[in-house]
């Protein structure tokens, strides 16, 4: 949809644009630069530009030396990277089998997995830490992963649903009847035209798993499993943190995702632009 | 640092460099699967292992244990894994670790109440011979049935520190009532600054920091068959005089405090927001720490009562508790090898905090050789004055009553003081209609 | 209108039969971790425990009772659906704009985009740390300049209507972003061919939006609108790290009461039967809004 290029639809349209990064971006320019602030200058009457600059990143160092931040920072990614591919992997399966096949009682199976988002997260954590205990991952990562991915396979479904459901079958059976089987229509067809929404169900997955707090920190105990958001909650809850320092932390564990998603903004961009090919 | 054991590395260690391609995850997914269904959990087959839950996350207290955990394990040969989580949350994690079949062996937690609960599940172990060893000051010891299950490493007795050099410039003295303490607030109120800091929300940095001249004014919430006091005849006058003197300190206070946690209050004193801050030795620590010129400059007292006769501290404490597993009679010993010869080093961690509960460790020249606790004597000698004086009044919600039970408990969880506070200093509530409704909130857990 | 996708395949190939495999695996493996807690949960409802290893005892439905007669569930219901429904009108309403705004081109709008997606990046707890420091009583930036217009120093979290909206407002920054994202990405599977055709015909902006986007978008609204009903109705983590539920339970909805009973007030049983009705809830809601906008349109049951 392109609005035509009048000067007053020019000035709307950049106008918006600005507010909505002002809007979206405002906060954490603030939480950056409260860090960055000498620790005198954050009890005088804070400036909306710093006047000075603390070069030693003092607040940052102090911090880094408190935590395992690179150990941790490993871990979130390990555990997030597998989040990502087994809920890629397990959503598009579902969501293309529910719309494709007939299969009973679907609408009951795909909503039951709604269930995992009824209930706090805390009630939850602690029976499925018997189940792991049971299965002997009681300390592992790996239970980690599984418990985010009860987290990411439900919106995974529910998302593909709706990119698969509009995606007419006659493509499909184009590609079938020139001599594709299922699988390679799926490959072939399905997939590339569906890009953006898988795209977008791994960027909710890698995000969900990133800054889950609970299920990390009930599952895991070791320090050496511990990730990211466990590691830095216990900065974040000193009693002697103060707003420089606090805002160093939370700067810390953003600061990742930040950089990652930069990186890979570029196949983001490519993806959601990847649907807008044909036609 | 914690060294990544082997037996149960989850990547083999070249994958690590290159966390951002798929098919390495995916690689490593698949060896992953296949090292799990192989059937390789740990295996410490020679090694025995005692897991320890702490609740310090403050840098030098994890030292302390770490040290501690390493010349146990050179000496012994068993590994104790220190497993760190924030105050707050060492409870729930205990609880999930208990459910789930893989409970520590030791413990930390800063509530007596959670100990009972504990105990009563049969889930710990008794250290009773370990405390009989020594001698203790009063009212830290909880013992359930005669035995003790809880060993404490300190009293954070709260207490008022305020600014000496602010108190001579306007010649204000010491508070020993209410209405000097109200007074002199309002006095160093101006230019921007504030007379006291009270946490006011519903939260336990209010039930630790802004009651304790309820304790001075000789309030006892519950009688010795657990019958709540606080509306009677005797009591409710106290808890309406209190509610006024707040509602009269109320305009010395900085606004939000609500919102004020722990280091608020210690963040506002050391940069000089607040003449006056309720806080136990960690206030002390962190001005040495961040404004050294203020730590000269503080002074401190105890909380005053309404007539000027008697003197009150608040009540809190940490202590650990040993779990009942299988490993319990290793964590036993490391408990009485760890009390005996690293009990002052872990004190140490927090040198002016951590007040020992333990009366030999102020005797213990180890102990006084700290150079913040040479430095302080005089906050020292005060600390230690606590104890040993008899009419200082030394109380907390969830301690009332003739013994440790779980509905004091129950009572501090609902937050219900914090609530008349808010509902006569927000909505401007008659002091006897916020008592009331506080009243009505603690019976329904009684 | 979208053609329609045609009737289901039958399973007849191998290539049938092993995508129904990795369907029936993944389904069963993703229900079973997540049902089992649910139904331990809602075991729990049934007995009264002071923690979760103390004993429990059999109370069958008297914690129902007890909880439904409290005016406290009550209030926290009412709470949860008026933070519900505004926050997820405002996300959905800020989202859709945001996202026909990305969808034109103007310069930078790569950067743009990452931009604003920023916000659902952030974990909650440095969401609520930032927002904290903005409001600060003392030294927040917003403070100090409603000082400057001359409002004095506003009691951000101690006055329950302000309490209410910094919650609502810092929700709706956070989570805004996932409604864009989903509406931004639908949107590319739209062919520009429609819009070209629409223009040609005379069509305005607002009726090729209303007429072309929203019918063809209207899969993705309805899952984005039914994900954001049940996340907000539970949102647990916002609500706490930034009011705990105060000031005096002005901001107390169902997660954070069910929270405060089984971990705070050694009610373990209570914390699970507020759980397991709020839980029932959102079935119940869920239940109407497929009646309204349903998954599939009414097929022919054989």
């Known amino acids: 949809m392109s609005l035509r290029r009048s000067l007053t639809a020019r000035v709307t349209l950049l106008g918006g644009v600005a507010l909505m990064c002002l809007w979206s971006f405002f906060p954490i320019y603030w939480m950056i630069v409260s860090s960055l602030r000498p620790e005198r200058d954050l009890f005088a009457p804070p400036t909306l530009i710093p006047t000075s600059f603390d070069t030693g990143f003092k607040a940052y160092w102090t911090l880094l030396e408190l935590t395992d931040y690179p150990l941790q920072f490993l871990n979130s990614v390990m555990v997030a990277g597998a989040v990502v591919v087994i809920t890629l992997l397990v959503s598009v399966v579902i969501a293309y089998v529910v719309t494709r096949y007939r299969i009973p009682g679907k609408t009951i199976i795909v909503g039951s997995m709604l269930y995992a988002y009824m209930f706090p997260p805390m009630l939850l954590a602690i029976p499925l830490l018997s189940i792991f205990a049971g299965l002997g991952l009681a300390d592992s990562l790996w239970s980690v992963i599984a418990a985010h991915c009860t987290l990411t396979i439900p919106l995974g479904v529910w998302l593909l649903w709706g990119f698969f459901k509009v995606m007419p079958l006659d493509l499909e059976e184009a590609a079938m009847v020139d001599g594709c089987t299922r699988a390679g229509a799926f490959f072939r067809v399905v997939l590339p035209l569906s890009l953006p929404g898988i795209v977008t169900v791994a960027i909710f997955a890698f995000l969900l798993s990133w800054t889950d707090y609970i299920f990390a920190f009930v599952l895991v105990s070791s320090d050496s499993q511990k990730t990211l958001p466990v590691g830095l909650a216990s900065i974040l809850g000193t009693f002697d943190a103060r707003w420089g320092e606090l805002m160093a932390g939370a700067t810390l564990i953003a600061l990742p995702l930040l950089v990652l998603f930069t990186f890979l903004s570029r196949y983001f961009i490519q993806g959601l632009a990847a649907g807008a090919m044909k036609g | ?446 | 209108m979208p053609t329609e996708a045609a009737p289901m395949k039958r399973i007849r190939t191998f290539s049938d039969r092993a995508l129904l495999l990795a369907f029936v695996a993944g389904v069963s493996t993703t229900l079973l971790l997540i049902l089992v807690p649910v139904l331990d949960a809602v075991r729990l409802s049934l007995y009264q425990a002071e923690s979760f290893i103390s004993a429990q005892t059999w109370v069958g439905l008297a914690n129902y009772t007890r909880i439904l007669s409290a005016p406290t569930f009550w209030h926290a219901f009412g709470i949860g659906l008026l933070f519900a429904i505004t926050t997820i009108a405002a996300q959905v309403v800020l989202g859709v704009l945001f996202a026909l705004l990305l969808d034109q081109p103007f310069p930078g709008r790569p950067v743009v985009r990452g931009i604003t997606v920023l916000p659902y990046l952030l974990p909650t707890v440095v969401v609520t740390v930032i927002f904290q420091w903005l409001l600060d009583g003392g030294l927040g930036l917003f403070t100090v300049w409603a000082e400057h217009i001359g409002q004095g120093r506003p009691a951000w979290f101690e006055n329950p209507t302000s309490a209410m909206l910094i919650l609502i407002v810092v929700s709706v920054w956070t989570w805004t972003p996932f409604v864009t994202v989903c509406f931004l990405a639908a949107m590319q599977t739209v062919p520009k061919s429609l819009y070209e055709a629409a223009r040609v015909d005379g069509a305005s902006a607002w009726m090729r939006f209303w007429h072309i986007t929203i019918p063809m978008l209207a899969p993705m609204l309805t899952v984005t609108v039914l994900l954001r009903s049940i996340w907000m109705f539970n949102k647990f983590d916002v609500v706490w790290l930034l009011t705990k539920g105060g000031p005096l339970s002005a901001t107390e909805h169902l997660p954070v009461l069910a929270y405060r009973r089984a971990f705070s007030q050694f009610d373990v049983g209570g914390g699970a039967t507020v759980a397991t009705l709020s839980f029932l809830v959102l079935t119940v809601l869920i239940a109407v809004y497929f009646h309204y906008f349903p998954l599939e349109e009414k097929e022919e049951k054989s």
């Not at chain 2, 006892?220 to 808890?239: C, H, T």
């Not at chain 2, 005089?241 to 010395?252: A, E, G, N």
């Not at chain 2, 309720?278 to 002074?299: H, Q, S």
């Open chain 2, 1 to 446: 640092m914690a060294e990544q054991d082997s037996s149960k590395a989850l990547i083999p260690p070249s994958a690590t460099t290159d966390t951002f391609s798929r098919r390495r995850v995916i690689t490593t997914a698949a060896t992953g699967a296949a090292l799990m269904a192989l059937g390789a959990p740990a295996v410490h087959a020679q090694t025995k292992t005692i897991r320890f839950l702490n609740a310090e996350p403050s840098r030098e207290s994890v030292r302390a244990l770490r040290v501690a955990a390493a010349e146990y394990e050179k000496q012994t040969g068993v590994k104790v894994v220190v497993d760190t989580v924030p105050p707050d949350d060492a409870y729930s994690k205990l609880q999930a670790s208990l459910s789930s079949g893989t409970p520590y062996d030791i413990g930390t937690l800063a509530f007596a109440g959670h100990m009972l609960i504990l105990a009563e599940a049969g889930k710990l172990v008794p250290m009773t011979k370990l405390i009989e060893k020594s001698k203790w000051g009063p009212r830290i010891l909880f013992p359930v049935k005669g035995e003790h299950y809880w060993y404490p490493y300190d009293y954070n007795f709260c207490w008022m520190y305020y600014r000496k050099d602010l108190y001579q410039q306007k010649g204000l003295k010491v508070p020993t009532t209410f209405e000097q303490m109200a007074e002199n607030c309002k006095a160093l109120t101006e230019g921007g600054k504030f007379g006291v800091g009270h946490p006011l929300g519903a939260n336990s940095a209010t039930q630790w920091m802004s009651i304790g001249y309820l304790w001075a004014d000789g309030l006892k919430m519950l009688d010795d068959n657990f019958k709540l006091l606080i509306d009677n005849a005797d009591m409710k006058p106290r808890m309406i005089r209190y509610l006024d003197f707040m509602k009269k300190l109320q305009p010395s206070m900085p606004p939000g405090m609500t919102q004020a946690l722990f280091g608020t209050v210690l963040g506002q004193y050391s940069g000089g927001q607040i003449a006056h801050a309720p806080y136990a030795g960690r206030l002390m620590e962190v001005l040495e720490d961040r404004a050294p010129d203020l730590a000269g400059k503080t002074g401190f007292f105890m909380y005053p009562d309404s007539a000027g006769k008697a003197q009150a501290v608040n009540h809190a404490s940490d202590g650990w508790v040993l779990l009942n597993t299988p490993m319990r009679d290793e964590a036993y010993k490391f408990m009485e090898w760890f009390t005996e010869r690293h009990y002052i080093n872990f004190l140490h961690s927090a040198p002016l905090h951590f007040q020992p509960p333990r009366l030999d460790v102020y005797e213990d020249a180890r102990w006084r050789a700290h150079p913040l606790i040479e430095k302080h004597a005089e906050l020292v000698e005060f600390m230690r004055g606590i104890l040993s004086n008899k009419d200082v009044i030394i109380r907390s919600i969830d301690t009332e009553g003739p013994r440790i039970d779980l509905r004091p408990g129950k009572m501090f969880e609902t937050f219900a003081i914090s609530e008349a506070i808010q509902n006569r200093l927000l909505k401007d509530m008659p002091a006897a209609e916020a008592v009331d409704i506080m009243a009505k909130k603690y019976r329904a857990v009684l």
